[in-house]
Each structure stands twice: as C-alpha cells, then as structure tokens.
C-alpha cells in the first residue's frame, strides 16, 4: 500500500520559516508528479506547490519567492521550504502523489503561524 508520510509542521512566528518533508513508499517515485496542497479551516483545499518527474515545478501566486518545492528521487522526498512565512499561511499542509489514474495523499501535517 502507497504511503506518503509529510513531517516538519509546527507553530513559527511570522517571519520564520520551516521545512516540509513527505517521504513516500511503494510508488515508483521518480515517475509521479508531486505536490503540496493546504486547507485552513472553512475554505477549500489549494494548490501550494507541485513538481514534476522531470523537476518542473510550480506555485501559487500566494507563495511565489518565499516557498521552494524541491525533490530527491533516490530518497523518495519531496521537500516545501518555506520562508517568510505569514499568518495566512496556516493550514493543514498535505502531500499528494499523482501520475496516470493514480492518485495518492498524506495524512497531512499542521503549521501555524503566529503574528
């Protein structure tokens, strides 16, 4: 079964910043698209950030200069730093899998920011 395990949430002052982790097993990672989605409370999930096979990335104009998504295929990660980090950022971060039908997400990780 497809795993995507996210880590490195937490509670940071505006300002700060803090790095994501997702760690994924049992998908043939180097083929799928990656990506870091967020849902804060009574609003609809959105894309944050996502990044393809062959590295193309991309990012909402929310968070474009201050997050950088990036991965390593031989260690099944995919990565969000996140700098400059605003209150309006917090939200559950969640990573999702994706190629062909498939379709995969994590458990999601938390980060608030405080002002």
């Known amino acids: 079964q497809v795993q995507l395990v996210e880590s490195g949430g937490g509670l940071v002052q505006a300002g700060g910043s803090l790095r994501l982790s997702c760690a994924a097993s049992r998908i043939t990672f180097n083929i799928y698209a990656m990506g870091w989605y967020r849902q804060a409370p009574g609003k609809q999930r959105e894309l944050v950030a996502d990044i393809s096979g062959s590295s193309s990335t991309n990012y909402a104009d929310s968070v474009k200069g201050r997050f950088t998504i990036s991965r390593d295929n031989a260690k099944k990660t995919v990565y969000l730093q996140m700098n400059s980090l605003k209150p309006e950022d917090t939200a559950v971060y969640y990573c999702?899998?994706?190629?062909?039908?498939?379709?995969?997400w994590g458990q999601g990780t938390q980060v608030t920011v405080s002002s």
């Open positions: 999702n899998a994706r190629w062909s039908r498939f379709d995969y």
